[in-house]
């Protein structure tokens, strides 16, 4: 049984009458096969017309899907031999990240991604996917490890922001995620970051400054939350904002793969199955598999000093100045 989301509501509905149809034909002498293709047909040509014209809202309540894949769901589609390191040698050890060494396309690469969990007692463990300050610092390990031994790194974000806890603050947030946007832009090695779902603002940014930035399709990349940003905007807490708001928000917040793509922060639109990730895990991992492997390819044929050159270049080409008179 599948969670659908509001706007998904004429699938669900159409989905749930061919449910019912296959139980009333179970077992019974009943020919209505071709009534069910009918339906199914209506409902696939149904959600091809949703998922094609999603607003930037429908799409961040997509990026946040309860049933859409986490980073260890990618890592046993696509990695090998995975062996995950914990702990970031000061503090202790943060469930909202994930990282070790793993072999992908039998090439040896460090892997790292934010996991928010899937039963309730997991994600309050890995509290949401929302890293303290050794989350990165963690992360931050396996890169220098990564660096070290010569291995590429790829990280998988999904995020709704870093933690903004007292005891975050009091261990130095801010500083971790400035330590690995620093770090990352002088690691000597590939790195390819893919945005899986939600990408929250520093909390997200913190494991996204590579040599690649890949998005899935109906992915979000952003500063702040549009629930925050309308927060912002229009003076309301949140018990006065409504729908109208989070959509005007989305929008002037230009978060979507698609706006990213044309801006020219992200390198490549990673596609997805009819109706989001979570319809067809290992189809999403089929295409994020052929993507990844190109990349990777490509950035290992460069040396070093054109890796940490061309880095430079793209983040430092982000964005325009404009000169008011």
């Known amino acids: 049984m599948h969670y659908y989301l509001d706007f998904e509501k004429p699938v669900a509905d159409l989905e749930n009458k061919i449910e019912e149809l296959k139980r009333l034909a179970d077992g019974r002498d009943m020919n209505i096969t071709s009534e069910i293709k009918k339906l199914e047909k209506k409902a696939k040509d149904l959600r091809i017309d949703i998922f094609s014209k999603l607003t930037p809202w429908q799409k961040t309540l997509?990026?946040?899907?309860?049933?859409?894949?986490?980073?260890?769901?990618?890592?046993?589609?696509?990695?090998?031999?995975?062996?995950?390191?914990?702990?970031?040698?000061?503090?202790?050890?943060?469930?909202?990240?994930?990282?070790?060494?793993?072999?992908?396309?039998?090439?040896?690469?460090?892997?790292?991604?934010?996991?928010?969990?899937?039963?309730?007692?997991?994600?309050?463990?890995?509290?949401?996917?929302?890293?303290?300050?050794?989350?990165?610092?963690?992360?931050?390990?396996?890169?220098?490890?990564?660096?070290?031994?010569?291995?590429?790194?790829?990280?998988?974000?999904?995020?709704?922001?870093?933690?903004?806890?007292?005891?975050?603050e009091e261990r130095g947030q801010a500083e971790a995620i400035a330590m690995n946007l620093f770090e990352m832009s002088i690691l000597k090695t590939p790195i390819?970051?893919?945005?899986?779902?939600?990408?929250?603002?520093?909390?997200?940014?913190?494991?996204?400054?590579?040599?690649?930035?890949?998005?899935?399709?109906?992915?979000?990349?952003?500063?702040?939350?549009?629930?925050?940003?309308?927060?912002?905007?229009?003076?309301?807490?949140?018990?006065?904002?409504?729908?109208?708001?989070?959509?005007?928000?989305?929008?002037a917040l230009k978060l979507t793969a698609q706006d990213l793509y044309t801006m020219k922060v992200i390198d490549e639109i990673i596609p997805e199955p009819i109706g989001g990730a979570h319809r067809n895990p290992e189809e999403a991992a089929t295409s994020i598999e052929k993507v990844l492997k190109k990349h990777l390819e490509e950035l290992m044929s460069k040396s070093c000093d054109t890796l940490l050159e061309e880095r430079n270049r793209k983040f430092r080409s982000i964005g325009t100045m404009r000169e008011e008179t």
């Open 62 to 168: 997509l990026a946040r899907h309860p049933e859409r894949p986490h980073t260890l769901d990618y890592i046993r589609y696509l990695m090998k031999d995975f062996i995950e390191l914990h702990g970031d040698r000061r503090f202790s050890d943060d469930p909202a990240i994930v990282c070790g060494f793993s072999r992908f396309q039998d090439i040896p690469v460090v892997v790292i991604g934010h996991q928010k969990g899937r039963s309730t007692k997991e994600r309050i463990w890995r509290n949401f996917g929302q890293p303290h300050p050794e989350g990165y610092r963690k992360a931050l390990r396996m890169m220098k490890l990564a660096e070290r031994f010569g291995k590429p790194v790829i990280t998988l974000i999904d995020t709704p922001g870093a933690y903004p806890g007292i005891g975050a």
């Open 192 to 251: 390819i970051s893919v945005v899986i779902g939600e990408g929250g603002s520093g909390g997200a940014l913190a494991l996204a400054a590579g040599d690649r930035i890949l998005m899935l399709e109906h992915s979000v990349f952003s500063v702040i939350s549009p629930e925050g940003c309308a927060a912002i905007l229009w003076k309301k807490d949140n018990s006065e904002v409504g729908q109208q708001e989070y959509e005007k928000a989305s929008e």
